[in-house]
Antibody, heavy 120, light 110 residues
Framework: EVQLVESGGGLVQVGGSLRLSCTTS????????MNWVRQAPGKGLEWVSS????????HYTDSVKGRFTISRDNFNNTLYLQMKSLRAEDTAIYYC?????????????WGQGTMVTVSS | QSVLTQPPSESGTPGQRVTISCSGS????????VNWYQHLPGTAPKLLIY???QRPSGVPDRFSGSKSGTSASLAISGLQSEDESDYYC???????????FGGGTKLTVL
């Protein structure tokens, strides 16, 4: 059974940093691209970042470029999102999502999410 | 404002067929495949349709997807109360070099 479990969310001040983790099991982690998607309170889903199966290729939405870094540990089957210079508008539930393929295709499994609250 | 445009809400009665539209452009839907997700707030989103019209294992055939030009649609036939949820279309955008979600459509089963 495929499982994705996010952790690392919490309350942080504007300008602060946080690292999210997504621990996975039930599939060959290195064969699938991985993603972070967020949902701000009262808003829709927003893609944040993607990383290819090898970790060699990453993409970011414009609003987080230069502040967020996606990475993966294919030995420990874990996805990360390092978030710096956090802003109030980064407040959201952050979901980890597995892609169907090695590069972007479709997000076929999702975690339950971890809440990040950025407070001034 | 989302790159992919969806109606904010749709509604239908049990047994009815409803469709949710998703309008984009040549840099996303026009040149890429469309995926659809179902999301009940507070739970993990679920992939409903991938590659425009393919259903993952376990998704009932009441759900179907289609694409024409720069627009796509999700159809739900034989509407059931448990279909009440938020629905999102998504596609890669070559201009923005990232995945774009539609703004979401809240489906109400009356």
């Amino acid at each position: 059974e495929v499982q994705l479990v996010e952790s690392g969310g919490g309350l942080v001040q504007v300008g602060g940093s946080l690292r999210l983790s997504c621990t996975t099991s039930g599939f060959t982690f290195s064969l699938n691209a991985m993603n972070w998607v967020r949902q701000a309170p009262g808003k829709g889903l927003e893609w944040v970042s993607s990383v290819s199966g090898s970790g060699g290729s990453a993409h970011y939405t414009d609003s987080v470029k230069g502040r967020f870094t996606i990475s993966r540990d294919n030995f420990n089957n874990t996805l990360y999102l390092q978030m710096k210079s956090l802003r109030a508008e980064d407040t959201a539930i952050y979901y980890c999502a597995k892609d169907r393929s090695y590069d972007y295709d479709a997000f076929d499994m999702w975690g339950q999410g971890t809440m990040v609250t950025v407070s001034s | 404002q989302s790159v992919l445009t969806q109606p904010p809400s749709e509604s239908g009665t049990p047994g009815q067929r409803v469709t949710i539209s998703c309008s984009g452009s040549s840099s996303n839907i026009g040149s890429r495949t469309v995926n659809w997700y179902q999301h009940l707030p507070g739970t993990a989103p679920k992939l409903l349709i991938y590659n425009n019209n393919q259903r993952p294992s376990g998704v009932p055939d009441r759900f179907s997807g289609s694409k024409s030009g720069t627009s796509a649609s999700l159809a739900i036939s034989g509407l059931q109360s448990e279909d009440e949820s938020d629905y999102y279309c998504a596609a890669w955008d070559d201009s923005l070099n990232g995945v774009m979600f539609g703004g979401g459509t809240k489906l109400t089963v009356l």
